[in-house]
């Protein structure tokens, strides 16, 4: 569950980073041009993805932790995108590894 919420805050933090009028728009997941002529619906996009993703965090950890998580993601992913995006180290490739980290410490590691 938590790593779909944090699947959800890097997909949405990607779609607003990519429509920011100071980013020029790399191809690295292969969808950039579609939201660069798209920017309206994109960030509406951005936005419904970091609010799911805020709630389905409420929704397990309950409403004070759920918030303060749902920051800490918020802003590591950002840092991370901000960071390895214009290097080109952000791409589908170390997306999925990344993902499949956290899904596989979610499922194998239980904390009682």
Known sequence: MIS???????????????????????????????????????????????????????KVFGLGAGIFLFLINLMTVASLIVLLAPLKLFNAKMLFICMAFCVAVEFLVHIP
């Open 4 to 58: 779909i919420a944090i699947l959800l805050v890097i997909i949405g933090f990607y779609l607003l980073y990519t429509t920011s009028k100071k980013m020029d728009a790399p191809n690295l997941l292969g969808f950039e041009n579609k939201l660069v002529q798209h920017q309206s619906a994109s960030k509406i996009a951005g936005f419904i993805l970091l609010i799911l993703s805020c709630i389905l965090t409420i």
